[in-house]
């Protein structure tokens, strides 16, 4: 199997920053695409941003100068840097991984998500 554990959430003031971080462990193979995801209460579950196993990223316009996804392969994590931070992006964060276990079974993985808060 194959677990997700994400940390860094929290509150912070609106123009603040946070870091997220996700760590992937387990029966792991390979893992091509990892991503962060968000849900706001009522809201269905966004895209935020993803990153090849190459470096390749994709944010969503909403985002897009202000966030920053990246990953150490080494360490089968993915980071979300987030600055200027809009209540707007006030959210449950969930990682997301695209995995090859050794099992050679290909399978989408979520972390447990994390409560990002953006107020004053």
């Known amino acids: 199997q194959v677990q997700l554990v994400e940390s860094g959430g929290g509150l912070v003031q609106p123009g603040g920053s946070l870091r997220l971080s996700c760590a992937a462990s387990?029966?792991?193979?390979?893992?091509?695409?990892m991503g962060w995801y968000r849900q706001a209460p009522g809201k269905q579950r966004e895209l935020v941003a993803t990153?090849?196993?190459?470096?390749?990223?994709n944010y969503a316009d909403s985002v897009k100068g202000r966030f920053t996804i990246s990953r150490d392969n080494a360490k089968n994590t993915v980071y979300l840097q987030m600055n200027s931070l809009k209540p707007e992006d006030t959210a449950v964060y969930y990682c997301?991984?695209?995995?090859?276990?050794?099992?050679?079974?290909?399978?989408?993985?979520w972390g447990q998500g994390t409560q990002v808060t953006v107020a004053s």
């Open positions: 387990g029966s792991i193979f390979s893992i091509y695409a």
């Open positions: 990153i090849t196993k190459g470096g390749s990223t």
């Open positions: 997301h991984a695209d995995v090859l276990t050794t099992t050679w079974r290909r399978d989408d993985y």
